[in-house]
């Protein structure tokens, strides 16, 4: 199939800049060289998102709305939904390149979508999954992207294991606090923001060098937990 590719500026964000690590390695497989790591800032926490708890495994959540903060930015989209087995809606097609790398194809034998969110951002419909390769000289987790019915992004994540740590203006934002690498990806262009704001770190209750948010942060009204299956 053809590769689809939307080309956009990633959001521009306010605030205090700084570099998260999020190179992408373009050689399968070495996930050890995915991203760099940062050093963790000192964060101060935020309320956590209210409403009634849920189990990670429900998708019948209620849809979030944008709730802001002092902290962060809120997440413009809406109606986003968490999806797991053979509900999950797909991101990418087979055949799709990989953004980064032109080895890496779709497949999803190979590339076994987990877990998924879709909602509306800016008018129209975002889809983003998380597959796991269990192939032993790739073995770790992917990302993919779809905006407006069109693919955007499929590669790796900020290293090879990975929490969706919080949904905040037009982006997602990935980390593995362990290593101190992060990855924050707009889900309108699939481009990585290379310069976040300290806000959106600053989003995270809890926050101690190495340990995650207990739920997805910017989807008020919801419990999600940070850990993909």
């Keep these: 199939m053809g590769k689809y590719r939307i080309v956009g500026t990633a959001a521009v ?3 205090t800049l700084f570099f998260v690590g999020c190179g992408i390695n373009t050689s399968p497989g ?8 940062t050093s963790s ?3 101060n926490s935020a309320p956590s998102p209210t409403g009634p ?10 849809p979030s709305s944008p709730k802001a903060t002092h902290a962060t930015l809120a997440f413009q989209g809406s109606d986003v939904r968490r999806y797991v087995g053979t509900t999950i809606p797909p991101a990418v097609p087979t ?7 032109a080895t890496m194809i779709f497949s999803p034998t190979i590339y076994h979508t987990v877990e998924g969110f879709s909602g509306k951002l800016h008018g129209h419909t975002f889809v983003v999954d998380f597959y796991q390769d269990t192939a032993p000289s790739s073995a770790g987790l992917y990302v993919g992207v779809e905006y407006h019915q069109h693919p955007v992004y499929f590669g790796y994540g900020p290293a090879a294991t990975f929490q969706i740590l919080a949904f905040n203006g037009d982006n997602v934002v990935l980390g593995n606090m362990t290593q101190g690498t992060y990855m924050v990806l707009n889900l309108m262009t699939g481009q990585q923001n290379l310069q976040a704001t300290m806000s959106e770190a ?3 209750p ?6 995650p948010p207990k739920q ?12 993909i299956p």
């Design 206 to 211: 809890g926050y101690t060098q190495s340990t």
């Design 202 to 204: 600053q989003a995270l």
């Design 41 to 43: 800032p000192q964060l």
């Design 95 to 101: 055949g799709y390149h990989g953004t980064d790398s």
């Design 216 to 227: 997805i942060l910017g989807l008020s009204g919801t419990h999600y937990a940070t850990n």
């Design 13 to 15: 964000l306010s605030g």
């Design 30 to 37: 070495n996930h050890s060289q995915r991203s760099h790591s």
């Design 53 to 62: 708890s849920s189990s990670p495994e429900d998708m019948n959540t209620s």
